[in-house]
């Protein structure tokens, strides 16, 4: 058996792969790198346990996620120290995203039969001999592949939706993150021993790929664009239909009325806290020209003290992924090249590890650090005339995932104009720490919602059925039907729908 170090080259039969401190390198856990037998293996035995899973019906599988959820809270402590070991971040974030994970469980569970279950439809003048009813059944099994910045509550907001919803799960956690997708497989089997309805997968992109091609009913990606796309192209092989999450360049609007302690406030910690690795992560800022010299004196002065690190004092962690440091570093010199200033921070911010706050303004609307997903503890503040240039610009990149309004008059209105799926107004990122709401983007950000009822029946085929009561009085799909049964068809249909 070999041990590879993450990101390295592709993994061979029998290979394991360790998973590292990105604080401070050491070996946290070592992990097999599953092959595409390994894979085919596991939705195999997956589909065994989805037909056990489905039988249970919507009330024994809510008890058993109730079950799952009070293993999570009682060793919250225990997961939070495995999601510090991985991703170097505070335990007071890790704590943070595995609560409103579990608050996702709770919901998902017990929500399900009532958004799912058997509904009435109205079938109709014409066809009133009909019941109508349509059902929300499980697809089968849901391969859900994860990243690793919110190793916890990012892949359990497919995984929690997608079992809720009577599926299997094949779990393909994030290389720098196998010890915590193991840990949430583990404390899940200690809930349900019965049947493997939720499993893990490790490796690379390799395994991930695997997955996509293994027949599996359902892909719910999260990661980047580019790997997003990549898993569209193979999904299209097999028709395999899939949900894609994917990267962000998230606005915040600052109108003139807005309360600009909270505006800088939500920027400041929307921007910089998990290193800036969050993908309704705050990366611009839009400010009404009133009050932009006032809102960039709070942001500076609310970033003092905000600071990377891995003592108790630090306010965020280290950069997780080594490559992410360059493009950081170049989002900033693109920037200061192109006649930005850096009013905190700059290219001497980002470290070998940690990159320290930086916060730019004057920056061209069509340089990198505006355009393109930087996932760093940056930020860029502009200033606008008016809201409607905050709009227009704010909606000017390919993504459109998450955004943020502060306004006291016009919330609702700005938020509407805005072209993501998820806005919160007066207050940052809060659209997805509630549960009822669908979570997910347009554009380069992606497809498909998650959460909510929205994210149930994304893991469910609509089922419908139409019961005859009695025999229709105008019979109309038969070879018998009568001359006289269209001319009375006819006429009703101009009496229904042919008013001027
Ligand atoms: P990646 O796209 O690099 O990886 C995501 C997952 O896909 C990993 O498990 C990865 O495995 C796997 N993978 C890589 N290549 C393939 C392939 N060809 N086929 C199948 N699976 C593959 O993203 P990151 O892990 O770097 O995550 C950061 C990105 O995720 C950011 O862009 C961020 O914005 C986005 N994100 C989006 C969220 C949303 O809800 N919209 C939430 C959180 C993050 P491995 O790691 O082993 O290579």
Redesign the pocket.
């Known amino acids: 058996m070999t041990a590879v170090q993450?990101?390295h080259t592709a993994a061979s039969v029998g290979d394991t792969f360790d998973s590292l401190s990105p604080a401070t390198d050491e070996v946290v856990g070592t992990y097999p790198v599953h092959t595409d037998a390994d894979v085919q293996a596991a939705v195999e035995r997956a589909r065994e346990a989805a037909r056990w899973w489905a039988s249970l019906g919507f009330d024994g599988r809510a008890e058993r996620l109730r079950k799952w959820k009070g293993v999570i809270t009682r060793r919250l402590a225990q997961l939070c120290q495995v999601v510090r070991d991985e991703t170097g971040k505070p335990i007071a974030d890790a704590q943070l995203e595995s609560v409103l994970a579990i608050e996702h469980i709770a919901w998902a569970g017990k929500h399900a039969r009532k958004i799912l279950g058997r509904q009435k439809r109205s079938a109709g003048l014409l066809m009133s001999n009909q019941a109508a009813t349509v059902e929300y059944q499980p697809l089968g099994v849901v391969g859900v592949?994860?990243?690793?910045?919110?190793p916890v509550f990012?892949p359990l907001?497919s995984i929690a939706y997608a079992l809720a919803a009577g599926n299997a799960v094949v779990f393909?956690?994030?290389?720098?993150t196998p010890g915590v997708g193991k840990w949430l497989v583990d404390a899940f089997a200690d809930a349900v021993p019965e049947a493997p309805v939720l499993q893990l997968i490790t490796?690379?992109?390799?395994?991930?790929?695997a997955?996509?091609k293994s027949g599996v009913n359902k892909i719910a990606?999260?990661?980047?664009?580019?790997?997003?796309k990549?898993?569209m192209a193979?999904a299209a092989d097999t028709l395999t239909p899939v949900i894609i999450?994917?990267?962000?360049k998230d606005p915040v609007l600052v109108d003139s009325d807005a309360d600009l302690d909270a505006a800088a406030d939500a920027t400041v910690w929307g921007a910089f806290s998990n290193s800036g690795?969050?993908?309704?992560g705050v990366e611009r800022v839009y400010v009404h020209e009133k009050v932009h010299d006032e809102f960039v004196a709070k942001v500076i002065a609310k970033t003092e003290g905000v600071r990377a690190g891995s003592d108790a004092g630090a306010k965020y962690g280290p950069v997780t992924?080594p490559s992410q440091l360059a493009v950081i570093r170049r989002h900033i010199a693109d920037a200061i090249e192109r006649g930005g200033k850096a009013l905190v921070g700059g290219v001497d911010a980002v470290g070998d590890r940690y990159a320290q706050p930086t916060v730019l303004v004057d920056v061209p609307e069509d340089s990198e650090a505006v355009q393109e997903?930087t996932?760093g503890p940056t930020v860029t503040i502009a200033k606008v005339r008016d809201m409607d240039e905050a709009v227009e610009k704010a909606n000017n990149t390919k993504y459109g995932?998450g955004s943020t309004v502060f306004s006291k008059a016009r919330g609702m209105e700005l938020a509407s104009r805005l072209n993501t799926g998820m806005t919160s107004i007066n207050a940052p990122l809060s659209f997805a720490g509630i549960a009822s709401l669908p979570?997910?983007?347009v554009g380069d950000?992606?497809f498909g919602r998650?959460h909510g009822p929205e994210g149930l029946r994304e893991f469910a085929r609509p089922k419908a059925i139409a019961r005859q009561r009695f025999t229709a009085p105008i019979a109309l799909t038969t070879f018998a039907r009568k001359e006289k049964t269209d001319a009375l068809v006819a006429k009703l249909i101009t009496v229904m729908h042919g008013k001027r």
């Open positions: 993450p990101k592949i994860g990243p690793w910045n919110y990012t907001g393909k956690p994030s290389e720098y490796g690379f992109g390799e395994t991930g790929a997955l996509t990606f999260t990661g980047s664009t580019a790997t997003g990549k898993i193979a999450e994917a990267g962000g690795q969050t993908c309704i992924m997903e996932f995932l979570f997910g983007g950000s992606g998650i």
